[in-house]
């Protein structure tokens, strides 16, 4: 997956749709998305946020 | 004792009936109807339509779970609704042929989406010439094409893969998307990536717009905008992309498209697979002298009118409002029904809408997720429940698209080592700039790329299973 991020990144063209926004991850950015350490302490982050949006705009809202 | 008739067992149906009638017992009849006794976990079918998941581990069969509930179940399709006369009732017709007057005092029509393909010649995989993942059968045959793409490849055949949705106005990017991303993962781990081109089309204004007009969330220190990830990730794999689209025709191997300037394109492909535009599940409505009444209750595509307001959609994007949007899902002439899930109908998109210069309006519709689905199916239970034990008139419960917040889990490769899933939770749903700036809550409107994703969704496939199936403690896990 790694090579073929860089087989595109050296296709890149200035000027280009893609070049107008671009945003590519680095090396790093890859590795640590299946670092599994770092993964599971991102889990339990997930549940947390997920927590806090269930709980702050979640279920239902009785007419005052 | 009151009759309470739930048409449709998906997210919205199954968590009104269950609610009901944890909270009615058995003083009250909650009657529940669909022509499938299964329920489909539909977020799923993207990896069955990858064959990365068994098909059957996405469906269970509802009648024992309704038996064991107190639920009546009838196995049949709602044909008619009359709502006007006495006894109020809903026609239902049977597998058999067989029809039965069903009667009720409150009706919530849950019953999803029609899939509209003849909205674009040669879409869909019944008498077209696209793929589909948005039922069980649907993406078991789009998995044996991918498989018989797999074989030509095999072979040393280079294979062309197009995915997106097939129509100007259609919705459920999210799933296309997750499709994608599966496709380019399967083929990456079989070795086969070198072997493909992947090209992403759809109607979106620009990548990342998902129906809900894109997203900017709080991310390393920048508020950035969901269409620079979305961008990235295509960037990063290799897919090439072609947006504000509408396709005007599919044809065997290839497809027509025109887009918001006027361009017209066409794309050759082995294998597409192109979400549909959505309808409403065709019903008819029919007043005590027998008079089609449809219009006072749908829309004209046929989704259920509830308590929005639909003049908004005459006005310019910049005018729309958050009061536009329905709270309490019940339809304004006949208060005793309601719509919940994909089968109500917002009062206008939450994207903006464009046209191409024929007049073509191109527009992602807004989606109506499972989370909204299970929200609103509860919401709408509650304030029946309220209607009937504290004999409320109006519905005492309300739970806007512009007050919650939603949780999509967009899967990008399923493996429990390697995989990876796009997290992205938003608050609202539908953008309120009278409230926020950035139309919504920054606080709670993130979005993260990685394997934690995955596991939160492999999980959430479980814990909705056993939520759907009524299971110990079901009412414990969020909708
Ligand atoms: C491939 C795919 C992936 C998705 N992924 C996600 C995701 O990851 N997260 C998420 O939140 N959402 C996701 N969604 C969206 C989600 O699946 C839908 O929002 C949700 O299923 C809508 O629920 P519903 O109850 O309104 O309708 P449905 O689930 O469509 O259920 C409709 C029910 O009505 C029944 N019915 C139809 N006609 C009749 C009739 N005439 N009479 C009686 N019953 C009838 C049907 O049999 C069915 O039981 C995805 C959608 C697709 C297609």
Known sequence: ?64 | MASIVVLGTGFAGNTAALNLKKALGGKHDVVVVSPRKNFSYVPSLVWVGIGSMQPEKTQFNLEPVYKKHGIIFKEGAAVEIHPDSQDQYVVVKYLDGRTEQVKYDYLINATGPKLNYAATPGLGPDAGYSDSICTLPHSVKTRDNYFKALEKMKQGKRQRFVVGTGHGTATCQGAAFEYIHNLEFDLNSRGLRNMADITWISNEFALGDFGVGGVIMKKNGHLVSGKLFAESTFLEKGIKWVERAHVRKVEEGSLDYVNIEGKEGKLDFDFAMLIPPFAGVPIAYIDKDGNDIKSQLCVPSGFMKVDADYASAAKPFEEWKSSDWPKKYNNPVYKNIFAAGIAFAPPHPISKPFKAPDGTLIVASPPRTGMASGIIGHTVALSIIDMIKKGAEEPTQHASMTEFGAICITSMGKSMTRGSAALITMDPVVPNYEKYKFGRNLNYTFGDIGLAGHWVKYMLHYLFMWKMKGKFLWQFIPD
């Open chain 1, 1 to 64: 997956m790694e090579e073929k991020s860089v087989k595109d990144l050296n296709e890149y063209v200035p000027y280009s749709k893609e070049a107008r926004s671009f945003m590519s991850p680095t090396k790093y950015s890859v590795f640590i998305r299946t670092f599994i350490p770092w993964q599971l302490a991102k889990f339990v982050y997930y549940n947390l946020k997920m927590l806090f949006v269930l709980s702050k705009g979640h279920g239902q809202f009785l007419d005052k």
